[in-house]
């Protein structure tokens, strides 16, 4: 999927492609204490963001390692922490640890919200014509009505927002959403794929350091002072480099299901996302790559096949 196929799905309607993400993992915090409680755990400046501005974060271990990664969305009253599938389980816990002293209260809102994401040229367009809403212009800037909290974001390489409908008036926009292009899970992965977005659980672990996703400066505050897990990442940071980053990678052909990619007998890549790109014409993936062979522009052969190493995203084509 490319910005071509894109244009294509939306331009003969003039509407969006609309992606359904009921999966998506949304936790909400609530109470006088939300915007310090997050703030000292998250890697983000928290406490700095305007109003109607969100952020993108990690969730880090004491140790720094990755044990969530969201998009944190401050409304008047909470905060909104959207990120992929499968969250809840182990950060609600980890929250509540945090909170026996602290008035927030932290609630999982996946099963009584709905979440979309629309992409393409005619999307603002939509959104306003459908909701009377300005969409916002700048990554994970919100604006909120009593129907649906709307997000631009990152995580395609295309205009594109997030739609998070909630309580009794999830009906409308859903059926207004169902009526729009729909587009398929492996054209939503390789859009992501092609902006270079992680998706943790997949592409990043709780076995990552916080920096080995390559996100420092979407996600990650070095200014901010005191939090969980601030002085590993602190300390790596001075030090100046990780032994390993999340990187794209270019193959001459399809490869194979082996994820570990060896370079003169030693692993050096572990390959975590594939597709197919309209928009480079070959096959690429998301890679975590190990310090030594993780400049970009280098192509290398390896177990599997040439493979060429780019920085994130990847640059288009068209």
């Excluded at 310090?36 to 755990?41: A, G, W």
């Excluded at 939503?188 to 998706?199: C, D, K, N, T």
């Excluded at 672990?205 to 590993?232: H, M, P, V, W």
Aim: charged content about 20%; overall charge negative; hydrophobic content about 40%.
């Amino acid at each position: 999927m490319s910005s071509s196929e894109v244009r294509s799905a939306a331009d003969p309607l003039e509407k969006p492609l609309c992606f359904n993400l009921p999966r998506r993992t949304r936790l909400q915090m609530s109470g006088a204490d939300r915007v310090k409680f997050l703030h000292n755990l998250s890697t983000a400046e928290i406490k700095k963001l305007p109003p109607g501005q969100g952020c993108e974060t990690f969730i880090p271990t004491l140790q720094g390692r990755i044990l969530g990664h969201f998009f944190a969305l401050p409304t008047d009253n909470s905060i909104l922490l959207t990120g992929v599938s499968n969250q809840a389980e182990t950060l609600l816990p980890h929250f509540q640890k945090y909170a026996v002293i602290e008035d927030v209260e932290v609630v999982d809102r996946t099963a009584d919200t709905s979440e979309y994401l629309l992409v393409g040229p005619h999307a603002a367009t939509w959104i306003e014509q459908t909701w009377g809403i300005a969409p916002p212009e700048t990554n994970l800037q919100i604006v909120a009505d009593d129907d649906v909290t709307i997000y631009r974001t990152p995580y395609v390489g295309h205009s594109a927002w997030g739609v998070i409908a909630s309580g009794e008036n999830q009906a409308a926009p859903a059926d207004a959403l169902a009526a729009l292009p729909q587009g398929t899970e492996e054209a939503l992965s390789a859009l992501r794929i092609e902006a270079g977005f992680p998706y943790f659980g997949r592409d990043i672990t709780s076995e990552n350091l916080a920096q080995e996703a390559d996100r420092d400066a979407a996600a990650i505050s070095f200014t901010k002072g005191c939090y969980l897990g601030q002085e590993t990442i602190a300390r790596i940071d001075a030090l100046g480099h990780v032994n390993r980053r999340l990187l794209g990678v270019k193959f001459a052909a399809k490869p194979s299901d082996e994820a570990t990619f060896e370079i003169d007998g030693k692993s050096a890549l572990n390959v975590t996302s594939i597709a197919f790109s309209q928009d480079q014409d070959q096959w690429i993936g998301l890679a975590m790559v190990r310090r030594g062979f993780d400049k970009p522009g280098q192509t290398w052969e390896t177990s599997n096949g040439p493979v060429e190493i780019t920085a994130l995203p990847f640059s288009s084509k068209k």
